[in-house]
């Protein structure tokens, strides 16, 4: 029989390994998009994912290693924090070193090198958006699979799937609601625009893809019935049963 602290140790290199295993894989991809790829295509979409997409992903699915397997009250193992604070971001800034190496007028065009010194915080920055990216997707993704599972057992409640549902959802507008619209404005009067490219209103903002402001739309309405149509049946029930 295993001793508490053997099997702690246990659980902490299974982790240890799996989240080399997702920085060597998010590294390999983020390098292939860099050394391969036309840097320039898509309006460079190989850098942006290589710089917010692949790092982000790697740290949601980092949290929810860490979340799951080590659970709250254990500390996370120093190699996990290497590979995610130091392995991770700087093998992505050597991919671009190759790919500003590979297209150096890309990279620094008519404003100077001095340009280049955003580079390392925008990989700080992808690193950091796994945060949200587990919030938004894979934790309710995880969620979900296991109330799924539990409903095929019959030891939870349909109502069980609403939360990861929502998540989702939320998430889901999020990124299609960014790809269909462009509000050319910051700070207040970006929301504002926000809400009136929803309405229809008029604005400042530019669409970019009308379908996915109605995905918006469709999926916001679903939101507002899943949870106002129960709340309103409660309510009308306690009408009815009140003298």
């Known amino acids: 029989m295993r001793s508490p602290g053997g099997r702690t140790h246990q659980e902490q290199i299974a ?16 390098w292939m998009l860099l050394a ?9 979409a190989a ?22 397997r080590l659970g709250k009250r254990k500390r996370v193992p120093k190699p996990v924090l290497w590979l995610m604070l130091a392995v991770l971001p700087l093998g992505t800034l050597l991919g ?17 090198p001095w340009m280049l010194v955003w580079v390392p915080i925008f990989i700080c920055v992808g690193v950091t958006l796994g945060a949200l990216v587990w ?14 599972r539990l409903l095929a057992r019959r030891e939870a409640r349909p109502t069980a799937l609403i939360m990861p549902l929502v998540l989702l ?30 309405f229809g209103l008029p604005g400042t903002y530019e669409v970019i893809w009308e379908p996915g402001l109605w995905i918006v739309r469709g999926i916001v309405a679903a939101i507002v019935l899943l949870l106002a149509v129960p709340a309103i049946g409660a ?8 003298p």
């Open 15 to 30: 982790a240890t390994r799996a989240v080399a295993a997702i920085v060597i894989g998010a590294l390999a991809i983020s």
């Open 36 to 44: 391969v790829l036309d840097l320039q295509d898509n309006d460079g």
């Open 47 to 68: 850098p942006i994912i290589a710089m917010f997409g692949i790092p982000a992903i790697a740290s949601a699915l980092v949290i929810q290693i860490v979340m799951t």
């Open 96 to 112: 671009f070193v190759v790919a500003i190496l590979r297209e150096p007028d890309y990279f620094i065009g008519d404003d100077g």
């Open 135 to 148: 919030f938004f997707f894979v934790f309710p993704l995880v969620s979900l699979a296991k109330v799924i």
């Open 169 to 198: 959802a939320l998430g889901v507008v999020c990124v299609v609601g960014g790809m269909s619209m462009s509000s050319g404005e910051v700070g207040r009067r970006a929301e504002a625009q926000v809400i009136a490219a929803f």
């Open 235 to 242: 309510r009308l029930r306690r009408a009815r049963l009140s």
